[in-house]
């Protein structure tokens, strides 16, 4: 598995090999770099494909860059199958935001704080509380959530 620095859209516009309407160059991008087996480039295939920039909407294939790029520990890739499973696997939903929590991602901590409140027992009420306050620093949502859980108690 190659590494490359952070291949995402925001580095390519920031580095002018894009511009805002560029998708269609992009996901080409994207997919020559997953083709090559860059890690960052399956999960923006991902993403790519979650939203339908530069592509077609294809839920089907977003999990499968993203599976592909969550398997080697893209804590983003993790992060947003247990967005994409949410409604459909808890189950899946939460083994995913845990993993991507593991490695300290920010939206995956707050999302499974959100879901260990979901299904309303102390326990988890008090780990929610524990992990929306890791990561309210740099997530203002967690930051408002955690202010009506104190408020509650």
Sequence with gaps: MRKWPVIGRKNLLRWGLLNK????????????????DFLGAHCSLGYMYEQGRGTSKNIYEAERYYLKAANLNHASAQCNLGFL??????????????RAAKQNHP???????????????????MESVRLLSICTPVHTRAKKILSRLLNDF
């Design 21 to 36: 309407e560029d998708d269609h160059l992009a996901f080409s991008f994207f997919k020559r770099s997953s083709e090559l």
């Design 107 to 125: 939206r995956a901590v707050c999302n499974l704080a959100l879901a260990q409140l979901a299904r309303h027992t102390g326990k988890n009420e």
């Design 85 to 98: 499973y949410e409604h459909k696997d808890e189950v899946k939903s939460f083994f995913w935001y845990s």
